[in-house]
């Protein structure tokens, strides 16, 4: 029987650290399967979710611990929890952009939460607005909405957000390019 393991990676940025892991993971027989990594100030940064048969479990969790010592690269690993049955929910896009300013992310989360809606990706950047120089943020994401949510009182709750922080919701029917 296989098993589902989502690592998380944190490491100073260099090379050699993909090669690292998926050298560890080969040589236990796993399987890499999904993955999100980054280069955020300086540190290399990633989440992975990796098959492996019930036999090397324990194995491959006790070498990629030993990367900390060996190599620098911390990986915390959790065995992936069953799947949920999704009945009539349904999934959504969001885009945020506006000034930066603290608390963007609280207020959306919070009114997500509130709502019972699980944000099931999220991104986040800060770069200059092009006409002002000052910060901007945007943010994009997918939202798993359960099928009672009242999408109308979902989107007034947005605007008053949008309204209260000078930022720009949108929520949306999921792209293929952001689904893949």
Do not use: Y
């Amino acid at each position: 029987m296989n098993r589902t393991l989502v690592l998380s990676i944190l490491s100073d940025d260099k090379p050699g650290v993909v090669e690292a892991l998926a050298n560890t993971i080969a040589e236990h027989q796993g399987n890499w399967l999904e993955s999100r990594m980054s280069h955020l100030a300086g540190k290399f940064a990633g989440i992975l979710q990796v098959n492996v048969a019930e036999d090397q479990l324990e194995g491959l969790r006790n070498a990629l611990s030993q990367l900390r010592a060996s190599q620098g690269i911390e990986v915390v690993t959790s065995e992936a929890a069953e799947a949920q049955q999704e009945g009539q929910d349904i999934t959504l896009q969001f885009s945020l952009m506006g000034n930066d300013r603290p608390g963007i992310i609280k207020e959306l989360s919070q009114a997500f939460a509130s709502q019972h809606i699980n944000l099931d990706e999220l991104q986040t950047s800060c770069s200059s607005m092009p006409w002002s120089g000052d910060p901007m943020f945007t943010a994009h994401g997918l939202l798993h909405i359960p099928a009672d949510v009242d999408l109308d009182q979902l989107q007034d709750q947005l605007d008053e957000i949008s309204d209260n922080l000078g930022v720009d919701i949108e929520l949306g029917a999921v792209e293929d390019s952001v689904a893949e």
